[in-house]
């Protein structure tokens, strides 16, 4: 059984070469017939972003748990469309994994008081 919330789901080809995955629902904006998709992220449900009916390439139907399972894992994975208006809470936290070649050059320099391992003076050894 899927955690998201009841609703059609489908697989989606749009215009431009981008596949989106969620909950989807026929409505009506400014006078024309739209897709709303919700797409699937970490196992939630995104603001809806409407797609015009000719810019579907593929519509193909599924169930919660094949959204769910085929969903992006990681955000690069969504279009950037979609990316745009995510959420920050959903983002991944930023990493910095500095290059080998840089060794030591990315330490933080050492107090400069008393050389101490605490960087820019912020060591115990300087009163404040």
Known sequence: ??????????????????????????????????????AVF?????DAVMIGGSS?????????EVAEARQPKEDWQLPPSIRAVLPVAALPA????????????????????CGGPEPFGECECIPF
């Open 94 to 113: 930023p990493a910095f994994d500095p290059p080998a070649f840089m060794g030591e050059a990315v330490k933080p320099p050492p107090c400069a008081s």
């Open 1 to 38: 059984m899927s955690a998201l919330p009841p609703g059609e789901y489908a697989i989606v080809e749009v215009l431009g070469h981008r596949t989106i995955i969620g909950r989807v629902e026929e409505v009506e904006r400014f006078g024309a017939k739209l897709m709303s998709i919700e």
């Open 56 to 64: 579907i390439y593929q519509f193909t139907p599924c169930s919660a």
């Open 42 to 46: 970490n196992g939630e449900l995104l």
